[in-house]
Nanobody, 122 residues
């Protein structure tokens, strides 16, 4: 069973940094893409970043490009999202998901977890 658990959220001032972690189990890590998604109050869930666990290629939404960095530790089956220069509009619940589409993270497997709350104060 595909399981992913998010952690690392918190409250930070604008301009600050946070590092989110996604611990994966129940599947062969390198065979999937791992994506980070977020949902702000009253808004639709959006894809923030996607990592191809096989070749390391990365996708970033325009809104976070240059500020967020996704990385992996295949030995530990974890994917991290380093978030720098945070803005109030980054406030959201952040989720990670496994995807059969390693490059685009558009075909998700498993289900949404509880996510981790990121709050950026102005």
């Amino acid at each position: 069973e595909v399981q992913l658990v998010e952690s690392g959220g918190g409250l930070v001032q604008a301009g600050g940094s946070l590092r989110l972690s996604c611990a994966a189990s129940g599947f062969t890590f390198a065979d999937y893409g791992i994506g980070w998604f977020r949902q702000a109050p009253g808004k639709e869930r959006e894809k923030v970043s996607c990592l191809n666990s096989r070749d390391g290629s990365q996708y970033y939404a325009d809104s976070v490009k240059g500020r967020f960095t996704i990385s992996r530790d295949n030995a530990k089956n974890t994917v991290s999202l380093q978030m720098n220069s945070l803005k109030p509009e980054d406030t959201a619940v952040y989720y990670c998901r496994a995807s059969l589409s390693r490059t685009s993270c558009s075909i998700l497997v498993g289900s949404w977890g509880q996510g981790t709350q990121v709050t950026v104060s102005s």
